[in-house]
């Protein structure tokens, strides 16, 4: 991905979130101001069908750990695909090396899993760098910007009231909802000078018969 680090930095972005229509964009996760950096994509045909594919298979939940090169991407198609040609492994590989290429870390770990249910069903910060989550199929994550949100409420601060009931959402812009297919960049309170602004996110409420494809990436 070196049409990434070849680019100079963009303009500064006075809200906590970038919108971005093109890859190389995405750099604007490096702007101090930004938190959460969303590659706005529709998924093609083919890929979506070789998701439809995998996501009919029960219990689907994939972890792996691999490093950006040919031993990762061949990691990558025999758990997603049993070594058979795949959209689905090839889009996964563009982004490992994307979160390598952005954080400089040797491996990436890897979650791709079927959810019926909200696992992260509230706001909360990720004490990571940074982690990257697309959705292939279903509702698409949820995060705030960081002007809209009293961190302090946060968590066990809510006393198991809803983030909506609990104080946590100050008014504003409310919850933004990623679209299957979008590229999610949330800098985590790891992420360098970051401490007290990790992306502030959640996993969209669920339907009673509706299902994610969600996959995650962390640098390790």
Not at 29 to 45: K, M, S
Not at 135 to 142: A, E, L, R, S
Request: hydrophobic fraction near 40%.
């Amino acid at each position: 991905m070196s049409e990434v680090s070849m680019l100079s930095n963009l303009p500064n972005i006075a809200c906590s979130l970038s919108y971005v229509e093109r890859l190389p964009d995405l750099v604007s996760i490096f702007d101090d101001a930004i938190n959460v950096a969303v590659l706005r994509r529709r998924l093609d045909t083919v890929l979506e069908d070789d998701c439809a594919r995998l996501a009919a298979e029960p219990g689907l939940n994939i972890k792996l750990v691999v490093d950006a090169n040919q031993s990762g991407r061949d990691a990558i198609v025999s758990a997603v695909a049993g070594d058979e040609k795949s959209a689905l492994a090839d889009d996964i590989y563009r982004w490992v090396e994307l979160v390598a290429e952005i954080t400089g870390a040797e491996s990436v770990g890897i979650r791709l899993m079927k959810h019926s249910q909200a696992m992260c069903p509230k706001l909360h910060v990720d004490n990571v760098s940074l982690r990257l989550v697309t959705t292939y199929q279903g509702p698409g994550t949820q995060f705030v910007s960081q002007h809209m949100v009293q961190r302090s409420k946060l968590g066990h601060a809510s006393h198991g009231r809803s983030d909506e009931e609990s104080g946590v959402l100050l008014p504003g812009d409310g919850i933004h909802t990623a679209q299957p297919g979008d590229v999610v960049l949330l800098k985590g309170e790891a992420w360098p000078n970051n401490g007290g602004h990790g992306a502030v996110h959640r996993s969209p409420p669920m339907g009673e018969n509706e299902t994610r494809v969600v996959l995650t990436l962390d640098p390790l």
